[in-house]
């Protein structure tokens, strides 16, 4: 039995493959295509792959949506998923309605994305009732099946955070990252921006560093979520809000005596600081933690709170950090002396394989 992640090359965003069953009939599943670079290395295994049981575009950042852009420009769609879980404009609307309780109405104006999978006629929503993917749907209430026998159990987003991103999906088109002609300028060479290496990070200090909270409504809006295989989970968190995942993971956590046991995170928002509390790993009981980022642009993910803040967590039991590109951020994380002092193991991919890294779940 196979139940494997693999983070492909997406630069400082994300695109992640599940795939799950036994080795000659895999199921697979995809959330995000990352910037534009991405697609050219993935759409050949997309196009290979065949049994893509779920395509997940879990919000509209550049960094997980801009790959998908180069994808609707093609006359035909160039795999085909046989679900699709995607909440544009429409879903966003539907969900304002619904907290509002009025009927839902109005023109189903779709952005690019929506009109390329309108075009591609992928079957978007199906598994809810009312088309949105969100945890104030019915169906999110138990974990939802998949062939293969996989369970998917929706953590996020919720009604509030589709409808608060409405109007920013209005004004700031921009911010989304969907404009109709995404110029593909995020392909900056990889170096050219990176810092030198600094001194070994502080765990102790950088744990100390208060909390502050992620705001941006976008990231709010992403579809994060539980996947189960032969009762191993994996938390695929994409870029969510830490309250929204706690709050989701809360009686999950109860029913467990407190935690909720994970065999693997995809670490919320490529290890930004402000979308994982100390509180989250708090809830969660979980050795292995996977960060999809190659540091670039202003943030340089992940960042170094939020691995000190996992550490402190669990001083103690063996840990696992994955990263899919072996850059400063990541990199100085390498040391020894830290290895052994905070009881985990660094993992970095084949140096010909820079972006890219398959993590077995089971
Ligand atoms: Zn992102």
Redesign the pocket.
């Given at each position: 039995m196979v139940f494997k992640m693999t983070m492909h090359p997406a630069l400082?965003?994300?695109c992640i493959q599940l795939s799950w069953g036994e080795t000659d009939t895999l199921h697979h599943l995809f959330v995000?295509l990352g910037r534009g670079k991405t697609w050219k290395s993935v759409h050949p295994i997309l196009a290979d792959l065949g049994q893509i049981e779920l395509f997940v575009m879990s919000?509209v950042?550049a960094?997980?949506i801009a790959g998908a852009v180069p994808m609707v420009r093609q006359d035909a769609p160039p795999f085909t998923p046989k679900r699709l879980w995607y909440n544009a404009r429409p879903q966003l609307e539907e969900a304002h309605h619904r907290l509002q309780r009025v009927e839902p109405f109005g023109p189903r104006q779709g952005e690019k994305l929506a009109r390329g999978i309108a075009k591609f006629q992928w079957p978007q929503n199906g598994e809810f009732a009312s088309g949105i993917v969100s945890t104030d749907s019915l169906e999110a209430g138990a974990p939802i099946a998949l062939p293969g026998r996989l369970t998917l159990r929706l953590l996020s987003p919720g009604d509030r955070e589709l409808a608060d991103l409405l109007p920013v999906w209005d004004r700031d088109l921009e911010r989304a990252g969907i404009r109709a002609f995404d110029p593909d300028e995020d392909e900056n060479p990889l170096d050219d921006i990176f810092e030198p290496l600094s001194g070994a990070p502080d765990v102790d200090t950088l744990a100390a560093t208060p909390y502050k909270r992620d705001d941006a409504e976008a990231?709010g809006a992403s579809i994060a979520f539980v996947a189960e295989f032969e009762g191993k989970r994996v938390l695929l968190a994409?870029?969510a809000h830490s309250e929204v995942l706690e709050a989701a993971l809360r009686p999950l956590a109860d029913a467990e005596g407190g935690t909720y046991r994970l065999d693997l995170l995809k670490v919320c928002?490529?290890g930004s600081k402000a979308n994982t509390s100390p509180e989250f790993f708090r809830m969660i009981d979980c050795t292995r933690f996977a960060f999809s980022?190659n540091g670039t642009r202003r943030h340089k993910h992940p960042d170094a709170e939020t691995i000190a803040r996992l550490l402190k967590a669990d001083p103690n039991r063996e840990k696992v950090i994955y990263f899919n590109y072996d850059q400063p951020s990541a990199r100085k994380w390498k040391s020894r002396l830290l290895s052994s002092l905070w009881s985990y193991h660094a993992v970095f991919p084949a140096p010909d394989e820079n972006g890219r890294l398959s993590i077995d779940i089971g």
């Open positions: 400082d965003g994300d995000d919000h950042d960094d997980h990231n994409a870029d928002h490529h980022t």
